[in-house]
Structure formats: C-alpha cells, structure tokens
C-alpha cells in the first residue's frame, strides 16, 4: 500500500489519540511551515526608498506569518504545538493533529498556498516510517 493510499484510508481513532492501522498504533506527525519570501536578508548599495520597500514588504509578511500562527492556535484542538523560527520561515509541529480538515480551515479563513504549507509524516510505535 502506497503512502497516498494510507492517507485516503480512513482513520478509526481510538481514546490515546492514535489511530488504528491493521491493530498497530499510528501516529501523524503534522508540520505547518510558514515561510518568509525567498529573498537574502543582506543586501547593499541600495537606495533609501528601496530599503523602506524591503522593510514594509518584511513587515506584512511577518504579519501574515503572525496571523497563520494566531488561526492555527485557533483551529487546533491544542496547544503542544513545537514552534521553530529560522530565517527561512516558521515551523510548527505536533503529534495527532487531524490534518485532514487543517488545510481547509487554514485557506477558509483566508490564507493561500503562498502562507503555509501542511506536512505529514506517518509513525508507528516504534519510530518514524
């Protein structure tokens, strides 16, 4: 069975808040990344106008990174969420999150592909796959 499958099957959840896979304990390992625009954070010879563009346009993307974090606390039925900050982006993880319906509620509530992406990763008990 592929990994495409396994995500299309549905789940039976039991009350530890794993899910049960032919009678072995599943774990989804969701990720929430947030990144900021691809551009270096270094830059020179530029002129005053272009560094008060660059700084607003990191402003409202910080802002809208800021807004995703504020509607997935929202969304989420907890708040263990491990959070790390790069200069890339934000990451956000967590065991058991149902992230079918995270996708759906992030974009309805106005976001686009653009302010997150949703990661999955499949455990069992004994590790990662």
């Known amino acids: 069975m592929s990994f495409t499958d396994l995500l299309a099957r549905p789940r039976e959840a039991d009350t530890s808040g ?3 896979d032919s009678g072995l304990p ?3 390992h969701v990720i929430v990344d947030i990144p900021f625009a691809n551009w270096t954070l270094r830059r020179t010879g530029v002129t005053l106008e272009d560094a008060a563009e660059d700084l607003r346009l990191r402003s409202a993307r910080l802002a809208r990174a800021q ?3 504020a509607t997935l606390r ?3 039925d907890s708040d263990d969420w491990q959070v790390s900050i790069t200069q890339h982006g934000i990451r956000a993880e967590r065991d058991g999150e149902p992230f ?5 509620q992030l ?3 106005g976001f686009t592909a653009d302010d ?3 990661h999955v990763e499949y455990a069992r008990s004994w590790g990662m796959l």
């Open 100 to 104: 079918e319906q995270l996708d759906r």
């Open 107 to 109: 974009t309805d509530a």
């Open 74 to 76: 929202r969304v989420s």
């Open 26 to 28: 599943v774990v989804w």
């Open 67 to 69: 807004a995703v974090l």
């Open 116 to 118: 997150f992406i949703v």
């Open 18 to 20: 794993t899910t049960s």
